[in-house]
């Protein structure tokens, strides 16, 4: 008999998944990363437990066929999975659990606890956590474009990271995966859907485990039929370790094969659509103002010559009153025009495309046709800006149907490697590779065909964008004059907002430049005026004492003067200064001067600085920004 899937431990302390996760690969804080975003996300996630309601599909030890069951309390899924206080544990060899909600922006019918407890019986790897978040109620779609494939392979008896009280594990691989299609809202409309997808293989005990999320129950009634009486699913196929796990490949298919369906006929929708709202701009009249000519201005002479015409190949003769008028057997069909019962302007019709220009001769003229012949479709004549915004909107569409694929083939394509890889693996049981060796290689078969026609998609998508932007320009072209002009005002306002931008960008720079430059001119300017004043120190310290010694021709100073050199004054008279020491003399004159002079200099200098701190304290009194 199998065992339980976890241990009665484990699955009483379901509150607290994914830390209860027996053999995990996850470090801590990635943990407690992934329970703090579902706590967060919890509210739009889950319903009450009340309007809850889990689909099984079960294939019991023993079963000869497939048993549905709804579960709607967590009384009654513990009884049903077999977690205590259950009397009987349930085993099983192929499990199903269906989780589905009203709608596709509604919330699952599954409460917190009901998860917590089939996540913790399963021991579901915790990344599957991340693929619940674009499900559940919102009024936008949010985390639209998440899209991914993760892989636990457990080859191995122990595990790291394992918790204290686990017990020895078998040997199972763990995938999951979302991938997104196109399914009919109505019959006007289209909706990209999703559908995540976990899957669980143990390899000793050959028991399966599949949990799939989608909005509606396409998934479970496609899964109901491959395991009914007419399903390629036999139940005797899970009794061998090969089957089973041919029968997983099968089941993938199923997801896959979902992803891929649709999409031409979405695509054919859009095309559709997208030609009915643009076609009217290669036949819709073209308003051009005709410029009155008056007959008795023209003068035309008679042409024998045969060239080209935009609208006649035979010459024109002229009549004697000086009018025009075609040579009646010559003579073709006369234009058709279009009068705008607006603007009352006539202008010519192009011609039909059945008119090849060889009138017969007795044909007779046609008369132009009138303004009630020509029938426009009002749709067809408006071109206003709500047109270019649904042409706009259907472009938006048409670039997130060739991400969706994208995304859809890069999973299918690691889906693929995955089984690929584990058959060559050392620890993969070699009977089971060589017997699953052929469906695995069909199984790629079937992958690069899906990815093929998602490829031959994403390339009608490309020219379909394309065009879109084609006739988005010629819709633009053929607005009413008042909101082309509205448009044309727009772009100027548009190309002269960037060319300000691009100037202000060019001002900047360049004030930052000066900026550079007046700032490194006051640095050099502040040492120069630091030298100015050390000179201007050093000199007025020596000047007083230069004045005193020096002598010249033609200036002399009082220590070249004669009282210091003679004995006798000009009168024959004794000198009174010759007795003094000249160099005594010196100092005590040029000493007293010099000081004076700094003192002088000094406080001049203090008077400035004074009066330059009483200006700038003026000023900041004044409001001035100094």
């Not at 484990?10 to 975003?37: G, K």
């Not at 399914?183 to 997808?197: F, K, L, N």
């Not at 002269?496 to 006051?522: H, V």
């Not at 210091?564 to 005594?584: K, M, V």
Request: aromatic share 10%.
């Amino acid at each position: 008999m199998a065992q339980q899937t976890t241990s009665p431990t484990l699955a009483n302390d379901a509150e607290n998944y994914p830390r209860n996760v027996a053999h995990r690969t996850i470090v801590p804080y990635a943990l407690d990363a992934i329970r703090h975003q579902l706590d967060t996300q919890a509210p739009r996630l889950f319903t009450d437990e009340a309007k809850a309601a889990l689909d099984f599909l079960d294939l019991g030890n023993g079963a000869q066929d497939f048993w549905p069951s709804r579960i709607k309390n967590a009384e009654r899924l513990r009884e049903h999975l077999g977690v205590p206080p259950s009397p009987s544990p349930s085993n099983h060899r192929c499990r199903f659990l269906f989780v589905h909600a009203a709608h596709s922006r509604d919330k699952l019918n599954i409460s917190r606890e009901m998860l917590m407890l089939c996540f913790t019986h399963f021991q579901v790897m915790p990344e599957f956590i991340d693929f619940f978040f674009p499900f559940g109620f919102q009024s936008y779609a949010q985390d639209f474009y998440f899209s991914g494939f993760r892989q636990r392979t457990q080859l191995a008896e122990h595990w790291r990271n394992a918790t204290p009280n686990a017990r020895p594990v078998d040997k199972r691989l763990q995938i999951c995966y979302n991938l997104k299609s196109v399914e009919p809202s109505d019959s006007h409309s289209w909706s990209i859907r999703h559908c995540a997808v976990y899957h669980s293989f143990a390899i000793k005990e050959v028991r399966t485990s599949w949990i799939i999320v989608k909005g509606d129950e396409l998934m479970k009634r496609r899964i109901e039929s491959a395991t009914s009486d007419r399903g390629p699913h036999e139940p005797s196929d899970f009794k061998s370790m090969s089957g089973a796990f041919k029968t997983s490949l099968e089941t993938h298919l199923i997801f896959c094969d979902w992803s891929a369906e649709n999409w031409r006929w979405y695509i054919n929708f859009l095309e559709d659509t997208f030609q009915s709202m643009t076609r009217g701009a290669f036949s819709a009249p073209v308003y051009v103002p005709l410029l009155p000519a008056a007959a008795d201005q023209l003068t035309l002479q008679p042409r024998t010559n045969t060239q080209f015409s935009m609208f006649s190949r035979t010459p024109t003769h002229m009549t004697e009153n000086g009018s025009l008028k075609l040579a009646m057997k010559h003579r073709l069909p006369a234009p058709r025009t279009y009068e705008n019962p607006e603007t009352g302007i006539s202008q010519p019709l192009p011609p039909d495309e059945d008119d090849d220009g060889d009138d017969g001769d007795n044909d007779e003229p046609e008369s132009p046709l009138k303004t009630s012949d020509v029938k426009v479709e009002e749709e067809n004549r408006d071109f206003s800006f709500g047109k270019l915004r649904k042409v706009h909107k259907f472009a938006e569409k048409a670039h997130e149907a060739v991400l969706v694929l994208k995304q859809n083939i890069l999973v299918l394509a690691q889906l693929k490697q995955y089984y690929r890889s584990i058959s060559g693996r050392q620890d993969f049981p070699k009977d089971l590779a060589e017997s699953c060796k052929d469906a695995i290689d069909d199984f790629e078969l079937r992958i690069d065909g899906l990815e093929n026609d998602m490829q031959t998609q994403i390339l009608r998508l490309e020219t379909l964008l394309r065009l879109l932007e084609d006739r988005k320009t010629l819709v633009k072209q053929m607005m009413p004059p008042k909101q082309s002009a509205k448009l044309r005002k727009d772009q100027l306002r548009t190309i002269l907002d960037y060319q300000n931008t691009q100037a202000n960008k060019y001002s900047t720079k360049s004030m930052f430049t000066m900026t550079e430059d007046m700032n490194d001119i006051a640095r050099k300017t502040k040492i120069e005026t630091v030298s100015m004043k050390v000179i201007t120190l050093v000199t007025l310290f020596f000047l007083p004492g230069t004045f005193i010694s020096v002598g010249h021709a033609f200036l002399s100073t009082l220590m070249s003067t004669d009282i210091f050199q003679s004995d006798y004054t000009g009168r024959q008279e004794p000198n009174p200064y010759a007795h003094l020491n000249p160099i005594q003399i010196y100092f005590a004159l040029s000493l007293p001067l010099t000081v004076v002079t700094l003192v002088f200099w000094a406080g001049f200098h203090f008077w400035e600085m004074r009066h330059e701190k009483q200006k700038k304290r003026h000023h900041k009194a004044a409001g001035w920004q100094v």
